[in-house]
């Protein structure tokens, strides 16, 4: 069946531009699962010959919705419709983790890392004297290229030999550091994203976002990470199991 068949076509008395007709119409066929998560979208040049527009147009819709995070790109592969990602409520894993058991290709950005004195509130959070030195880490965390979440963590400075210790994973190195938690208490709630977690993100402020507040702590009791994730609610499912077990 024709893509077209599928997903509509372009109307010469809509008067929005090209490309983004298309993307509509692209986004609403997402919307309403006529394309599945997954799926290939059809080359550019399949596409531009099909709705007789040009490349560049194709290009400008598509190159739009790979920005929304609708779309990804796999190099080699092709565009295909993005899945969410699900995340099991119950177990204990990174963010790397989680992506790799999904076979996305998780990577990071720094904003920042420092260490200095604790703070009132991760004092309350990490249970630590004032005065008390933590460590800080800023990432933006990305999945095939699309930036999902902001995380801001701050972990007790028993935990890590210097802020540098940390390369890709945080829970990575924790563990090298015997630290990595093996329990923790999550709280999730929704939020809007303010200027600076949507501009990171790359999606308008106010934009529905969910909030997950990780404390995590070592066999002993001992707090080691107290983590706020700003998720994009667009791409992020939390799944839970439940038994009465
Ligand atoms: C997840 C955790 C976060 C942890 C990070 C470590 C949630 C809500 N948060 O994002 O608390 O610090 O993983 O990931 O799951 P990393 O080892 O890949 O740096």
Redesign the pocket.
Known sequence: MAFSDRIGSLRADNAAPLYLQLQQLIRDAIAGAVLQQGEAIPPERDLAAEYEVSRITVRKAIGGLVEEGMLTRRRGAGTFVASRVE?SFSKL??????MAARGRL?S?SWVSRSSGPVGPDEAMALGLAPGSTVLRFT?I?YADDVPL?L?Y?TLASFCLPSVDA?D?????ALDKAGHRPVR?L?RLRAVPFGGEQARRLGVDTGHAGLL?E?H?FLRDGRAV?F?R?YYRGDSYDFVAELTDM
Not at 93 to 98: A, I, L, W, Y
Not at 168 to 172: F, I, P, Q, R, V
């Open positions: 995340k894993t990174s963010f790397s983790e989680d998780a990071s990432r965390r979440a995380e963590s940390v890709d994973s945080l829970y990575a923790a999550q997950i990780r995590g990470e983590t994730s």
